[in-house]
């Protein structure tokens, strides 16, 4: 079965101390690994698509990095504008339609 | 590019009437359009998928006699949730696929803001 685990549930840091959030999954065939990000009351806000094991894509203070198991979201010197839960989806090559496989989401929390 | 439309944002409604949402892809074209209901601190349920000009293919345990969709162009899906009960109420949230722009075929979905549906 398709899944994707996110962890941790939630990250509290302080404004500039940087980490790490992590999205395991398992798929019957990877078409694309996807980060969004999610404010409250609001819709999902893409951020990255990565295709390939060693891929690697960046955005201001996020780099996103995938593995053949697992993926990493990794913010630099956040600021509390950062604050916002991060979703984590797969693809698998198996959908015609292009469903996504959703993780539960990381909240992180970043203080000034 | 890439922007998703949802409207109303915000919804209340008497138990038993019956409610439409409209999602809209603005400057894209989709011929894929997904529908997903998310309680507080939850992730995304999708509750089913929408063609355009062809039955919407519901998701396991989403009524589809409740939860009507119409996807009538190739950027306009509606959802109706007929004779609504409070526990109908929740936050949703549509999403239209992207062309397939890239070579391996990847579908990316880009979302609308959501509309919060309250049943009273």
């Known amino acids: 079965e398709d899944q994707v685990t996110q962890s941790p549930e939630a990250l509290r840091l302080q404004e500039g101390e940087s980490s790490s959030l992590n999205c395991s999954y398992t798929v019957s065939g990877l078409r694309g690994l996807f980060w969004y990000r999610q404010d409250p009351g609001k819709g999902p806000e893409f951020l990255f698509t990565l295709y390939s094991a060693g891929e690697e894509k960046e955005k201001e203070r996020l780099k996103a990095t995938l593995t053949k198991k697992e993926s990493f979201l990794h913010i630099t010197a956040p600021k509390p504008e950062d604050s916002a839960t991060y979703l984590c989806?797969?693809?698998?090559?198996?959908?015609?339609?292009?469903?996504?496989?959703f993780g539960q989401g990381t909240t992180l929390q970043v203080k000034p | 590019g890439a922007v998703v439309s949802q409207h109303p944002s915000w919804v209340i409604c008497k138990s038993g009437t019956s409610v439409k949402i409209e999602c809209r892809s603005l400057d894209f074209q989709a011929t894929t359009m997904f529908w997903y209901r998310q309680f507080p601190k939850q992730s995304l349920m999708l509750m089913a998928t929408?063609?355009?000009?062809?039955?919407?293919?519901?998701e396991q345990g989403v009524e589809k006699d409740k939860f009507l969709i119409n996807h009538a162009s190739l950027t306009l899906s509606t959802l109706t949730v007929t004779s609504a009960h409070p526990e109908d109420s929740s936050f949703y949230i549509c999403s239209a696929r992207g062309p397939s722009g890239r070579a391996l075929g990847s579908y990316e979905q880009y979302f609308g803001p959501g509309t919060r549906l309250t049943v009273t």
């Open positions: 989806a797969v693809q698998a090559r198996s959908s015609n339609t292009g469903k996504l496989i």
């Open positions: 929408s063609n355009e000009g062809s039955k919407a293919t519901y």
